[in-house]
């Protein structure tokens, strides 16, 4: 294990309980602190799972996974607090009471404890996170008020609250309009610039690559089949074949 690495994993294979057939399989990756990547591929490549694995979400049933030097299987809980995860499609009741502040207040858990009240120190970690998505004026609207890509600068908020040093982002641009998606860009490469984090982001849209990613892992029937320079990646003939070259799913 290189003590650079944010993630080391070693012939990682995942799958699910009562599943005999891996969803990952021989995945091995290096990821070095500060990496900005794209994970991409088709629907049902794993991508999801590989970032439930590294976030120790699921367990792995062979290989061995390390992150920030720890083994996963056996840290998971400390692993999770040093993470910031947005999950796909992440729903709130339209209805529901609570306000914006309260569910970016909600990333704290990890550091403040189920049972214990948030402290000045906490509040100004929600401040800064939804000042540093733009979303400080809307602190006080309830969250089933927020358009789609309003929505999901809190839930990115929410995710930066805890301070991470690694980010994951599963499909963040998922049923947004193109202006939000844009803006969502613009956002996470200001995250990465400014906070100098690890960012990994699944995606199955070659059209929405932030700029400051500089690399794409692609994943295809649960195995990496390509890894490397973001615009290599991007011309390679295999990539073609996975999809049709219009940044769509074959």
């Known amino acids: ?25 021989d995945i ?3 990821i070095d602190y500060g990496e900005f990547i794209s994970i991409i591929g088709p629907n049902g490549a ?3 799972t590989l970032l439930e694995t590294i976030n120790g979400l699921l367990s792995y049933t062979n290989g061995k996974g390390f992150v920030f030097g720890k083994n996963i299987d056996k840290n998971k809980v400390e692993i999770r ?32 404890g189920t049972f214990r009240f948030p402290t000045k120190k906490d509040w100004d970690k929600v401040w800064y996170s939804m000042g540093l998505v733009g979303m400080i004026d809307f602190a006080n609207r309830p ?6 890509g309003e929505f999901q600068k809190i839930i990115i908020a929410r995710a930066m609250a805890q301070q991470p040093k690694l980010l994951l982002l599963d499909e963040p641009f998922s049923n947004l309009d193109f202006s939000s998606r844009m803006q969502i860009e613009t956002l996470l ?15 199955h849209d070659l059209r929405f690559i932030p700029a400051n990613c500089s690399r794409i ?16 990646i991007l011309k390679s003939d295999k990539l073609k074949n996975i999809f049709n070259g219009n940044g769509k799913k074959r």
């Open 1 to 25: 294990m290189n003590n650079t690495n944010v993630i080391d994993l070693k012939n990682i294979e995942t799958i699910y309980e009562g599943e005999r057939i891996p969803v990952i399989k």
């Open 28 to 30: 091995n990756l290096d």
């Open 46 to 48: 794993g991508k999801t």
């Open 81 to 112: 607090k040093e993470i910031g995860y947005v999950i796909q499609n992440f729903e709130i009741d339209p209805l529901s009471p609570f306000l914006c502040k309260d569910v970016v207040m909600s990333g704290r858990t990890g550091k403040i």
């Open 143 to 148: 969250i089933g008020k927020l358009s789609g």
């Open 189 to 203: 490469n200001r995250i990465h610039e400014k906070n100098k984090i690890t960012i990994i982001m699944v995606s």
């Open 217 to 232: 892992i692609v994943l295809d029937k649960g195995k990496i089949v390509l890894d490397g320079n973001k615009k290599d």
